[in-house]
C-alpha cells in the first residue's frame, strides 16, 4: 500500500479516481438510478481536477483504490 499527495493528474489516474467514485456511489448512494449516477459521472472529472489536495491510496499493482480530496 503506498498514500502518496498528488500533484499531476494524468488522463490515466482520472480514470482510475472515476471507478473508484462511481464504484463508491453505486455501492452507497443506492436511492440513485443508473442513469442518474451517468448524468453525475459527467462532471466528475472535472471535479477531480480540481481538487486542490489529492491523496491517494495505491495497491502492490500501482491501483489507485482510494483517495481524498480537499
Given at each position: 500500500m503506498n498514500i502518496i499527495e498528488?500533484?499531476?493528474?494524468t488522463e490515466n489516474l482520472i480514470?482510475?479516481?472515476?471507478e473508484v467514485w462511481e464504484?463508491?456511489?453505486k455501492?452507497?448512494?443506492?436511492f440513485l438510478?443508473?442513469?442518474?449516477i451517468e448524468n453525475i459521472k459527467k462532471y466528475v472529472p472535472q471535479a477531480l481536477?480540481?481538487?486542490t489536495h489529492l491523496i491517494i491510496i495505491e495497491?502492490?499493482?500501482h491501483r489507485t483504490y482510494c483517495f481524498y480530496g480537499n
Amino acid at each position: 500500500m503506498n498514500i502518496i499527495e498528488v500533484n499531476e493528474r494524468t488522463e490515466n489516474l482520472i480514470n482510475q479516481l472515476l471507478e473508484v467514485w462511481e464504484d463508491s456511489v453505486k455501492a452507497t448512494h443506492t436511492f440513485l438510478s443508473n442513469e442518474e449516477i451517468e448524468n453525475i459521472k459527467k462532471y466528475v472529472p472535472q471535479a477531480l481536477k480540481g481538487i486542490t489536495h489529492l491523496i491517494i491510496i495505491e495497491n502492490e499493482s500501482h491501483r489507485t483504490y482510494c483517495f481524498y480530496g480537499n
